[in-house]
């Protein structure tokens, strides 16, 4: 079989090595295509474009595979935990149990913030959006570890990547606690990486706190399956950034803007609010499907949908079956959970997202989780970066030490072609 491709243009023929990777995917390198024939590609929002080579994470979007470093996150979910899941995805195999905990001591004992991070948190209004409030306090980080890290050295890598994972879910617990107008709490070390998100997110300070089982299994679920994605918007936007020599924590602060976005990240609060104002609106499934495919209303079925799936997103389907078995064992029945069964079924079986192989996403039942944990709509894209965080980290890890070229995407352009002032 050919392991190129020929492209003719004009009266000439080009070839084109084929790449093909180890789950025998297969690219055309066209690094020589420009100057070969004077031509670029063009193509919106790369839907057909690969940027890298990666030994991260293998995703199959009409198969509805995803594996971080050859797990899958089915075998992950039930028998890891984040930490050990961030090691791998960082370092490239499972932690051996000494590994795991000097990686978790190291963590523990690192889970303290300058001060001065409270100024700035205070400068911020209530009502700021708390992945606003990260990504500035994520940025602010830097100046105070203002020392570049030398991407050679394998322990500087290491103390920067292990700060990044230590701090930020300080930072992250207390854009909640800003927004709720309560004192912030500082990491416990005598609990795991998990238990302390819940600690530092809801310990009050007039009583003990002892976070749930149900809570931490949940969220240990959770943040797994939210941990690395491949090539998505944001974790694009960290190397792209990083590709310029950024540093880890500059990138990062931009992958969380990026995470903002409802299309995105910010789809799980969008969710939420769509259930909610269709059960205000009395519940009625079928106007807002009729909205979702009517092409003059902007409105579209958040939660539904995605550039590579078009099959069940897979962690869809793992957070569909915890949010039942997180609301049984806290005897809760949320109705929009019944509204978002409904709509889900409905869409199913509705042409129009059967022809655009449109299916729930990850987005779509977390919102009902992080809901019955306690969790507020606004915090619900912190947590999705929180659980990303150790993919943004390996995949910036990976671009710096493959040494790639800064990204810069070339353009057709379509202005005013010369014109005298
Ligand atoms: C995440 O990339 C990743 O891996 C992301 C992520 C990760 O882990 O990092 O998986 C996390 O971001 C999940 C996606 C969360 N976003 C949402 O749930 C928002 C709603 N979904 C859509 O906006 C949309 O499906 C996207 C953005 C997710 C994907 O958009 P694409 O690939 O650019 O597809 P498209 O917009 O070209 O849509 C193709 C067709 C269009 O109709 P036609 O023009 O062909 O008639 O499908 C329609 C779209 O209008 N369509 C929808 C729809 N999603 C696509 N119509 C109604 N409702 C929707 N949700």
Redesign the pocket.
Known sequence: MSDSVKLSYKDQTFEFPLIEGTEKEKGIDIKSLRAQTGLITYDP?Y?NTGSCESEITFLDGEEGILRYRGYSIEDLCEKASFIEVAFLLIFGELPTPKELNLFSEEIRKDSLVDEDLKTILKSFPKAAHPMGVLSSLTSALIAFNPNSVDIESDAEMREAIIMLMAKFPILASWTHRKVKGLPLNYANISFSYVENIAHMMFKMPHQEYEPSPVLVNALNKLLIL?AD??Q????STVRIVGSSHAGLFASVSSGISALWG????G?NQ??IEMLEAIQADGGDTKKFMAK??D?EDPF?????????YKNF?PRARIIKKAADEVLQELGINDPVLEIAKSLEQEALNDPYFIK?K?YP????YSGIIYRALGIPTEMFTVMFALG?LPGWIAQWLEMRKKNEPIGRPRQIYTGPTARTF
């Open positions: 929002g839907k939210h994605h491949e998505n918007c944001s974790t409802p299309l995105h990240g789809a969008a969710v979702a495919k092409k579209r079925l958040m939660g539904f949908g995605h550039r590579v997103d655009r449109l996403n990850v987005d779509f990303r």
